[in-house]
Each structure stands twice: as C-alpha cells, then as structure tokens.
C-alpha cells in the first residue's frame, strides 16, 4: 500500500482511535500545503499570461533612435538584442561558404555599425596579459555570463581593448569605443559572435 492512513496494525488489529488522532493533523497539514502550493502556481500562470510584462519586448525596429552623449551612441541590450537571431546549422570545411547572419540582422543596428557608442553590460574575460584584461565579452545578463547558459548572438559584444584594464566581476560595466557589426568565427570556421567593439574605456556603470 501507499503512504496513505492505515487505520489497522501490522497484525491486522484496527489501530486505537489515539493513534489515528495523532496522525490526522499531519495529513491535513499536507494536504493543505499541496492545495496552497497549487493554488499558488495557478495563480502565478494566471497572472504572467495576462501581464503585459510578460509579453515579447519591443522590437529594436519600433524604438526611437538612440540619444547620443558627448559622440558617443547609448546603446543598451534592449537595442542590441531587440530581435530574433537564430543560429543556423554550420560546417567547419573550409571549402564551404561561411554563414554570416547578417540577413538576420536589421538594417537600423547595421546602421550603427563604425559609430562610436557606449555600452553596458557584465564582463566575461576572455583574454589577459600581464594580470589585466585586454579582451572580454561584454554581455547581457549575469545567467549567460556566469552559470553556463547559451546566449544568443546579439546578446553579447566582443570586446578588445587597445590597453589592458583590471577585470571586474557581477558590476555593471560601461565601455566606450567604436561598434562595429562583424561576424567574427573561431580557427574552424564556426561563429563566434556578429557584433565588436574597438574598446577605449571601462567604467564602473554610473561613475
């Protein structure tokens, strides 16, 4: 049998109307908890289908342009990764054609492209020398940065730096530098990021 009220001994004696008592209140406990824990869940679902929150985020072709401080563009996340970009199957024989992306990426953001631009987000290092970072990914959010989640192409900026800078970890950065839209690949061929940027600067965020 299951772990439900045995109201008879192991002899087959029906158990004392005390003991059962005492084993009641844990049941009903139980009981109430699962009936909570599913009202709960019901509710929450209830609640993000109809929070507009929860609704696809706007796309970067329906924002205004982006405001410019002192030269430099304010590009966020929200732009950069303000569309659907779907990685496509690829091959690492050289005598194959490279898939680029770039149908996939909207002409506003391509317009950015070559313009100086100032961007946030979490550093990843990818490369050091002499204690100091002169290459990272600069990326959205801490899951693809830290725990091993699979960004999306346009969720992150290959960053190099013309000079090394201290390595900084679970802060928002600002760096500042040239965007460009370049689909860079690994030694085999494989893509390895569609957006760069030619860093100058790195700051805290709000210094």
């Not at 209830?46 to 796309?59: K, L």
Request: hydrophobic fraction near 40%; glycine fraction near 10%.
């Amino acid at each position: 049998m299951g772990g439900g009220l045995n109201c008879r001994s192991t002899t087959g004696v029906p158990r004392p109307i005390s003991d059962i008592m005492k084993v009641a209140p844990r049941l009903v406990f139980a009981a109430t908890l699962g009936f909570v824990a599913f009202a709960l869940a019901r509710a929450v679902a209830q609640d993000v289908s109809s929070d507009p929150a929860s609704e696809a985020p706007p796309s970067v072709t329906d924002m205004p342009p982006p405001t410019v401080v002192k030269g430099y563009l304010q590009l966020g996340f929200d732009r950069l990764a303000g569309y659907e970009f779907t990685l496509q199957p690829q091959t690492a024989d050289q005598k194959l054609p490279r898939w680029n992306g770039q149908d996939q990426i909207p002409d506003v953001v391509k317009g950015w492209s070559g313009k100086k631009a100032d961007l946030k987000g979490y550093m990843l290092p990818m490369r050091l020398e002499k204690g100091l970072v002169t290459e990272f990914l600069l990326m959205r959010d801490m899951s693809s940065c830290c725990y091993g989640s699979n960004p999306s192409m346009n969720h992150f900026v290959v960053v190099k730096m013309a000079k090394g800078v201290p390595a900084v970890s679970e802060k928002v950065v600002k760096v500042s530098g040239t965007f460009k839209v370049n689909t860079n690949y690994d030694a085999f061929g494989i893509m390895t990021g569609i957006y760069e940027l030619a860093g100058e600067k790195v700051a805290e965020a709000g210094e």
